[in-house]
């Protein structure tokens, strides 16, 4: 089961637990101690999500070889989960109680040589730049609100089936 949408933590020097028996459904860092950190993270959490304080370390990719602290995500009504917006909600936390450690990878990533990786991922500048700035995860998701409705008006009248 995919947990975390892999572009939420592809672009930043967060483990999104591959290298374990539990990749994306883990996230962690060296520099992070779930028990300490477990009351903010919670806060987070709504009915459909709760989180477990772990410690991994990936047998491969990020943090290779290292002990990371995190969390264990939990999904516990798959139906009210907005995995998108759950992972929003961790790297604007990230951002705010880390700002020294956490970090957007550099480039280049993949067939991009000058933009961030993130933004290559999450297809623009837009929400890096809103997370930075602190911006509330409803004024985040009105930055595609209005290009998603138009994409879904113009779907709907090409679709074979209902």
């Known amino acids: 089961m995919v947990l975390i949408h892999r572009g939420h933590y592809k672009g930043t020097n967060i483990s999104e637990g591959r290298g374990t028996t539990l ?10 101690n ?11 959490c709504d009915s459909s999500v709760t989180l477990r304080p772990v410690y991994f370390e990936p047998l491969a990719d990020k ?44 480039p280049p ?3 991009e040589f000058r933009r961030l990786p993130i933004d290559v991922i999450l297809g623009s500048e837009r929400v890096r730049e809103a997370l930075e700035s602190g911006k509330s995860l409803e004024e ?11 994409y879904l008006e113009r779907r709907d009248s090409c679709r074979l089936y209902t």
């Open 63 to 106: 943090w290779q070889g290292r002990r990371c602290g995190g969390f264990h995500i939990h999904v516990l009504n798959g139906k009210g989960f907005r995995p998108f917006r759950f992972g929003l909600s961790i790297l604007r936390l990230l951002l705010e109680l880390f700002p020294e450690e956490f970090e957007w990878i550099p």
């Open 109 to 111: 990533y993949e067939y």
């Open 34 to 44: 779930p028990y300490k950190l477990l009351k903010p993270f919670m806060a987070i």
């Open 23 to 32: 990749p994306f459904q883990l996230f962690g860092a060296p520099f992070l």
């Open 140 to 150: 985040i998701e009105g930055l595609w609100t209005d290009e998603l409705n138009e």
